[in-house]
C-alpha cells in the first residue's frame, strides 16, 4: 500500500501545525490503512511456503518456490492499492435559475470509490461546507459500511454546496433537478449504475424530485424509481426507511451491551437496562436512537443540539421533546429538562454517563476533548465523529467505541431493501399475506379437531389466537419484514465484528475489528474475480 500511504501522510502533513482538526478523507484513509495493514500481514504469513534445505531439493526449485512468493506478495500489495482510492470521481458546476430571475452557479460532487459490486450506493447532502475531501471520504466510509453488513454495494456520495435555510422550496427543487441532470448526462446515476439516498438536509422530497427527473430524462427505464432510495411510500420508498439508522443503531449498540465480554471490559453489567446515555443531535438519527434506547430501558439524561443543551438526571421525556422541537423548531425552552451552561459547568458530553451517542457530524471527538470524556461507550451514529487521536486516547482510557462504519448501517441496509423493492415491482408481504393468515386459521383449527377425536369432552372447545398471535395471524407486513431483515443483519454484522476482534486479539478496538472484516470482504471479491 505504498502509494496510498503517501496520500494519507501528505494529508495528515497538510493537517499539521492546527489542532487535531485532520481532514475527513485523511482520517478514513488512516483508520483503513491501519486496519488494512494488518490484514495483509496475516494474508502475507498465509501465503508463506516453507522451502526444504535438504540437499535433494535443487536451487531451481527452492528460487522458482520463491518467486512464486514474490509474485504474491506483489498480487496482495496491489489489490490494496487498487483498494483505497476513489475509483471515480465528478465535480460539476451548473447553472440555476433563482425566483428573483437571477442565476446562481451551483458545485455539486458525486464520488464512487469502489466498483466491486454495482451499483454503488450512498447519501446526497446539502450544506455550505461539501467540498470534494468530504464526498469522497464518505464514499470510501459507504464502501466499508455496505461491506459490513453484506450489503451489495459499492461506496458512494454525492454532495451540493449550498445552505437550504437560504433558499425557497422552489429553489431547491430546481437545483435538485439540475444536479440529477449533471449525474445522468456524466453516468453518475441509475438503477444499475450509482444509487443516492437523503443525507443532511436532505430527504424524501429531495429523493422524489430526483426521481421523477431520471424518469423524465429516461422515459423507457421501467426500474427508474430504483436511481434513488429514501423515497416517500407513495414513490415507491419502503416503510421503515425514516427511522432505519436509528433503528441499527440501537441493535447494533445493544448487541454490545448484552455480550458479557466486553461490559466486564469496561466495568458495566450487561444489557441497556437502566444505563444512563447523553444523545448529540436530536435530528433524526438521534432522535430514533434515543427512543429505542429508551424503551430498552436506557434513561436519557442529556440532548445536545447546535443551538442549546438539556439535562435532567431523573430522566428526559424523549417524544415530548419531539413534539416540542415539531412545534418550536428547536429543542431550547423544553420545560421538562433544565438548560444547560457550557460555559459554567463545561460541555454536555464530557459529563458522567454510561453512553454517549455521537449522532451530530464528524471530528466532535478529537484529542482536545477525548482526555475529558467519561462516557464508557460511544456509539457513532454520525459519520467519522472521532479523529484517529482521540480513538486512541479513549482506546487507553478503556472506552468502547461502536463504529460508525457498522453502526449506523441500518440507513444503507433499509436502503437496500427498498431497491430491491423497486426492481421487483411488488411490496414486501403482499403476495403471502392472506395465504399466511389462512394457514395460521388452518393450523388453529387442526389443533381443535385433534383434541375432540382424543377428547370427546373438548367437542364444545374453540381453539382462538392469543392477542399476541393475533397481531401477527396476518403474516409479516413490509414494516415487519424491513424492521427483521435490519435486525438480523445488525447481529449477524456485529458477531461476525467480534469474531475478528477476537481471531486478531483486538480486545475493545471494535473500530479495527470491523475495517479488517469489511477490507477482507471487498479484497476478497477482487481476488476471486481473477485481479490478482
Known sequence: MRRVLNVSKRASAAAAGVKDNP?????VLEFTEASAAILEKKLLEDTKIEIGRSEEVKREQMEALQRSVDQRTKDIQGIFDYMMPCASVLETNFR?????????????????HSHHRLPTKGGMRYAPDVDMDEVKALAALMTWKCSVADVPFGGAKAGITIDTKKYSIQELERVTRAFTQQLTKHGFLGPAIDVPAPDMYTGEREMAWMANEYSRLNPTDLNAPGCVTGKPISQGGVHGRV???????????????????YMDMIGLAPGMQGKSFIMQGFGNVGFHSSRYFVRAGANCIGIVEYDGSLYNPDGIDIYALEDYKLRKGTIVGFPGAQAWDETKDGPLIEQECDILGACAKEKEITADNAPKIKAKIICEGANGPITPKAHKILLDKKVLMIPDMYL???????????????????????????FTEDQNLAILKSVQESLYRHHS???????VPNAELNQKIHGASEKDIVHSGLAYTMKRSGLRIMDTADKYDLGLDVRTA?????????????????FA
Do not use: P
Open 514 to 530: 470491523a475495517y479488517i472484516t469489511s477490507v477482507e470482504k471487498v479484497y476478497n471479491v477482487y481476488k476471486e474475480a481473477g
Open 23 to 27: 481532514k475527513f478523507y485523511a482520517m
Open 96 to 112: 440555476v435559475r433563482m425566483d428573483d430571475g437571477s442565476s446562481q452557479v451551483i458545485s455539486g460532487y458525486r464520488a464512487q
Open 408 to 434: 449506523n448501517a441500518g440507513g444503507v441496509t433499509v436502503s437496500y431493501f427498498e431497491w430491491l423493492k423497486n426492481l421487483n415491482h411488488v411490496s414486501y408481504g403482499r403476495l403471502t399475506w392472506q
Open 243 to 261: 427511522s432505519a439508522t436509528g433503528r441499527g443503531v440501537f441493535h447494533g449498540t445493544q448487541i454490545f451491551c448484552n455480550t458479557k465480554k
Open 457 to 463: 369432552q373438548f367437542s364444545n372447545l374453540s381453539v
